[in-house]
């Protein structure tokens, strides 16, 4: 039976293999698959080997300066930390509206009623020298036509977003109110339902502004909306989070309606909501949970002794 002799180690070492001027291949000489190419688009000059990434040999810690890379013939990449920006829509809201206090309950029989039509007849001046420049681009607009559109924009976006028709919610608002009004609602049910309307809509203020040009303009346009409405949330275990299907309650919204009035395509679309300060909160929204065994322990013993009383 013949020896057999162990056989000797042997230590392979990579090369590169030359294409043209300025251009080397790593081939590995373990494998011949496509995987281990590797393309270097720096030259080898005066013999200083080109840092090449492998699998186990690290990059060697070496970066030219500018004036290096021009010597050597060719340019370093720059590091460019860009952030795309949508011109389709604006960021915010061009001098909110501040709500007169008490709106809505004030009635423009009573002093305090009166007060607030005086106010507001003074905001409105600068409004109209704001509409001007908005008939400019947008002939067909008139503040009286818009604020049944607008009321009608709303109605339609709030049934979209309850049956979460996400393609037609895209053409009724902006980019902005669309990642405000969609967050959170994967995992709940909405339903939602116009009744009636307590209120005309009407349009309290106008802004027209431009951004980066002045040939790139936008409108923004506040309409007031007093609505009867109901609203109920479910969660993903259908419990009962917010409100109630069968609960019809007054709510009072001031909602702005933007338009890229540069984009001869560009249409009305609804992008946010100003709430006053003075508003009423909020009903707390009802959460399930998982509770801790101590938590459960002390849920017990709370009921026990409702039962026992």
Request: with cysteine; glycine share 6%.
């Amino acid at each position: 039976m013949p020896l057999q002799t162990p056989q000797a180690e042997m230590h392979v070492t990579p090369f590169f293999l030359q294409l043209h001027e300025g251009m080397k291949v790593f081939m590995s000489p373990r494998s011949s698959s496509v995987k281990s190419l590797f393309l270097v688009n720096k030259p080898d000059v005066s013999g200083r080997l080109v840092p090449v990434r492998t699998r186990k040999f690290p990059v060697p810690k070496y970066r030219p300066t500018a004036e290096q890379a021009r010597a050597e013939g060719f340019i370093v990449e720059q590091d460019l930390y860009d952030r795309s920006m949508n011109i389709k829509c604006t960021g915010g809201i061009f001098e909110p509206y501040v709500p007169p206090e008490g709106d809505g309950r004030q009635s423009s029989v009573t002093v305090e009623g009166l007060k607030q039509r005086t106010e507001l007849l003074k905001k409105t001046a600068s409004s109209h020298v704001e509409l001007r420049k908005i008939k400019r681009l947008d002939p067909h607009f008139g503040t009286k036509i818009f604020a049944t559109k607008a009321q009608e924009i709303y109605v339609e976006a709030n049934n979209c977003l309850a049956n979460f028709n996400k393609h037609r919610l895209r053409e009724l608002v902006t980019e902005m109110c669309y990642a405000v009004m969609v967050k959170g609602c994967r995992q709940k049910t909405t339903r939602w339902k116009f009744i009636e309307s307590l209120e005309l809509p009407r349009v309290v203020h106008i802004r027209y502004s431009d951004m980066i040009h002045e040939s790139n303009a936008y409108g923004q346009v506040t309409v007031r909306i007093h609505t009867r409405q109901a609203l109920a949330v479910y969660d993903r275990f259908g419990r009962l989070m917010y409100g109630g299907e069968d609960v019809p309650k007054d709510v009072l919204e001031y909602v702005v309606f933007e338009k890229h009035l540069s984009d001869q395509y560009g249409s009305w679309r609804m992008h946010s909501k100003i709430v006053a300060p003075w508003a009423k909160q909020k009903d707390p929204v009802i959460k399930t949970m998982v509770l801790s065994p101590e938590e459960e322990e002390e849920l017990n013993k709370v009921q026990g002794v409702h039962a026992k009383a």
